[in-house]
């Protein structure tokens, strides 16, 4: 078997070399390392793992090119989830090694307790587990039923510290999981679930927030609105929320009852939705972008995206042409 020296160089200067097998996963290499490169969705659709293979060769699986536009991926650019070693290689992570040390939290056994369509192409899927999970209002857990060769990511849209998980779950055309959701998963089912991931998380300051959720995208929010309406200093929940919501049509807006409640219990809570088409009375017809506004934006609003990788990349732009810091951006990318 050809083998080829593999440097992880970390952007506080550690760097770790391992012997690779040709076309090794480079995420196995780091694991043989004893390190966990940052991941999300485990196959190039987030863009998370971005990294520079600054020598060398990596080739990579199938990816969606929003994440890695040809001419990033032409500087170098790569996505480690997908990176297989096809020569001796120099690879540049844009973090510090003790962001990819450590173990990761062993998950646990759960149970499916019901799958219901509740609009189109939108399945709510409630899990039971036995330990509670704690996480911060925002993250994700992976989820891998039997039968599925990898895991997915779904983010929790219940409050931290429940037996009862509840995701909100896009249907895609051909998916695996999509498809194990729609065809196989019934009540009393096993399905795996990991230790809750992400840095999407709520950050609970004084300053105001602006969210913006396109489909599925709305389950972190979710999590975040019941922390703001439950558990939070005073101040915090009295900040400025102004949630924005896209949808492609009437018919995929979902949770609406369970925001309109949660619009009770904050005061300072706004909430503006866009369609595309089959506008409902009181919605905008559009994307969530359009409601942003042109008016200057305050800039020390923490803005938080979260949807399709194209909704984010324009939510992103207009939220910085609108007067946003870029480092008060967070992203969450789902395929
Ligand atoms: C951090 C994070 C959190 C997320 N949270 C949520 C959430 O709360 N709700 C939610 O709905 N989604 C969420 N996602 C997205 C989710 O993880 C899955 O990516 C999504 O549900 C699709 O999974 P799937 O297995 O059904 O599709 P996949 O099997 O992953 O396929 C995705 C698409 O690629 C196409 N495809 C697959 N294989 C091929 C192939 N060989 N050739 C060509 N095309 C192919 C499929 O047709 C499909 O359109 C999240 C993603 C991340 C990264
Ligand atoms: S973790 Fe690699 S693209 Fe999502």
């Not at 939705?273 to 972008?289: L, M």
């Amino acid at each position: 078997m050809t083998m080829h020296p593999v440097t992880l160089l970390f952007a506080d200067g550690v760097s770790r070399t391992a012997e690779a097998a040709e076309g090794q996963k480079l995420l196995a290499v780091a694991e043989s390392l004893g390190m966990n490169l940052l991941t999300d969705c485990s196959n190039g659709q987030c863009g998370t793992c971005v990294a520079k293979c600054v020598s060398g060769s990596v080739e990579l699986d199938e990816y969606d090119s929003s994440v890695l536009p040809d001419d990033e991926k032409e500087d170098g650019g790569i996505l480690c989830c997908v990176a297989r070693v096809r020569g001796p290689s120099v690879i540049e992570m844009p973090y510090d090694a003790s962001e990819a040390s450590g173990e990761e939290a062993p998950g646990q056994a759960g149970t499916v307790v019901e799958v219901q369509k509740i609009a189109e192409e939108i399945v709510r899927l409630l899990v039971d587990v036995a330990t509670p999970v704690n996480f911060l209002p925002g993250q994700y857990v992976r989820l891998q039923p039997e039968g599925l060769k990898e895991p997915r990511s779904y983010s929790m849209a219940n409050e931290s510290g429940a037996t009862r998980l509840v995701f909100y779950v896009r249907i895609v055309p051909d998916g695996e999981f999509s498809t194990w959701l729609l065809d196989e998963a019934r009540p009393g089912m096993p399905i795996e679930v990991s230790a809750p991931r992400g840095s999407f998380f709520l950050r609970e300051t004084e300053r105001p927030r602006l969210l913006i959720a396109g489909g599925t995208g709305l389950a972190p929010f979710l999590a975040m609105l019941r922390k703001i309406a439950n558990g939070v200093q005073p101040e915090v929940a009295a900040a400025e929320t102004r949630l924005l919501i896209g949808a492609r049509t009437g018919r995929h807006l979902f949770a609406l009852e369970e925001l309109k409640d949660l619009q009770a219990r904050i005061p300072n809570l706004h909430i503006e939705i866009a369609a595309e088409t089959d506008v409902p009375d009181g919605c905008a017809k559009g994307y969530p972008t359009d409601l942003i506004g042109t008016g200057r934006m305050s800039p020390d609003t923490q803005i938080y995206l979260c949807g399709p990788p194209p909704m984010v990349d324009a939510a992103r732009a207009a939220s910085i042409k609108a007067g946003a810091k870029k480092s008060e951006i967070l992203c969450e990318r789902f395929a």
